[in-house]
C-alpha cells in the first residue's frame, strides 16, 4: 500500500500563487510515476499534471501551461504542482495520484481545495 499526504491548497486571489505538495510513504516502487489531477463541483476528475514515460516527460492541461509547473524529490517521494497566475476556473479539489508501473497500482490521495477568488 502507498500512502500519499497533500498540502498547500488554500483561498488566494486571482493572480496570486500557492504551490501543491504530495508525499508518498509506503511500499514505494522506484518504477512509479504521479501527477495531480483536479475535480471542480459537478465536473469529471481531470487531469492537471503528470510526469509520463517513466518520469522521463510530463504532461500538462492546456489551460495550465506555461502557468503551472510539476516538480519532484525523488529522494523524500514528493511531487510538487506549483501554480502561478492563478484564475478562478482553478477553483478545484486537487488530487495526487501515484502509479506504481511495477505492480499496475494506483492511489489517490484524499484531496486539497484550492479556491481563487476573483
Known amino acids: 500500500q502507498v500512502q500519499l499526504a497533500e498540502s498547500g491548497g488554500g483561498l488566494v486571489q486571482a493572480g496570486g500563487s500557492l504551490r501543491l505538495s504530495c508525499a508518498a510513504s509506503g511500499r514505494i516502487s522506484a518504477l512509479n510515476v504521479m501527477g495531480w489531477y483536479r475535480q471542480a463541483p459537478g465536473n469529471q476528475r481531470e487531469l492537471v499534471a503528470r510526469?509520463?514515460?517513466?518520469?522521463?516527460?510530463?504532461e500538462y492541461k492546456d489551460s495550465v501551461k506555461g502557468r503551472f509547473t510539476i516538480s519532484r524529490d525523488n529522494a523524500k517521494n514528493t511531487v510538487y504542482l506549483q501554480m502561478n497566475s492563478l484564475k478562478p476556473e482553478d477553483t478545484a479539489t486537487y488530487y495526487c495520484?501515484?502509479?506504481?508501473?511495477?505492480?499496475?497500482?494506483?492511489?489517490w490521495g484524499r484531496g486539497t481545495q484550492v479556491t481563487v477568488s476573483s
Open positions: 495520484n501515484f502509479y506504481d508501473l511495477h505492480v499496475f497500482a494506483e492511489y
Open positions: 510526469y509520463i514515460r517513466g518520469g522521463a516527460d510530463t
